[in-house]
């Protein structure tokens, strides 16, 4: 039973446009939550994060928007650049509970930049 | 430089011989996980360790051991391998377990036959 969705595999974005990547999650537990970048034939690299008591958090061209009430987050790049090209991660980790310590992983959206 | 490292980075085996991956952080880090990653599943947590002795399991730890006698190696240990854990590992380390972010090691690529 996945915790955190990420329902589209793929998307495809021109160069210079936004690109926007969702995940939706079912734990009303979460508190935190992170996106993760990951290039071919490396471990995935932190990009962002925001915690539960804020619905925004930017980080240059990266920003990243919670809407707990819709357990949902969406993670905006603007502009696009081909180097963004990646599979990106959401995931979601709880502060308290029975859960402490563990991050539950999406199954990530492979993100194509094109010129 | 901080990093994660494991080792090795590439392993084929064979059905049943026990292994070891290692997996080092020089940030003295007190979290530490393994996860590994297989297509459409994305990543999924095999055990985490909070601080040093301490250790607890994720999603998937069926066939899975590992140890954290030290602060900075957190071992991955298959103890008798199948070919279901063929799979990409990742290592990886927080400062604590709560609301920080992990830093990955590279991966390191299991195949069993």
């Known amino acids: 039973d996945q915790q955190v969705k990420q329902n589209s595999p793929s998307l495809s974005v021109q160069e210079g446009r936004i690109s926007i990547l969702n995940c939706d999650y079912t734990?009303?537990?979460?508190?935190?939550f992170l996106w993760y970048k990951k290039y071919p034939a490396e471990g995935p690299t932190f990009l962002i994060s925001i915690s539960s008591i804020k619905d925004k958090n930017e980080d240059g061209r990266f920003t990243v928007f919670l809407n707990k009430s819709a357990k949902h987050l969406s993670l905006h790049i603007v502009p696009s650049q081909p180097g963004d090209s990646a599979v990106y991660f959401c995931a979601a980790s709880a502060f308290r509970g029975s859960t402490l310590g563990r991050l539950y992983f999406g199954r990530g959206t492979q993100l194509t930049v094109w010129p | 430089e901080a990093q994660v490292t494991q080792n090795p980075r590439y392993l084929i085996t064979v059905t049943g011989k026990k292994l070891t991956v290692t997996c080092s952080q020089n940030m003295n880090h007190e979290y530490m996980s393994w996860y590994r990653q297989d297509p459409g599943l994305g990543l999924r947590q095999i055990y985490y360790s909070m601080n040093v002795e301490v250790t607890d399991k994720g999603d998937v730890p069926e066939g899975y051991k590992v140890s954290r006698k030290e602060k900075r190696n957190f071992p991955l240990i298959l103890e008798s391998p199948s070919p279901n854990q063929t799979s990409l590992y990742f290592c990886?380390?927080?400062?604590?377990?709560?609301?920080?972010?992990?830093?990955f090691g590279p991966g390191t690529r299991l195949t069993v036959l």
């Open positions: 734990n009303s537990m979460f508190d935190y």
């Open positions: 990886a380390s927080a400062l604590t377990g709560v609301g920080n972010e992990q830093f």
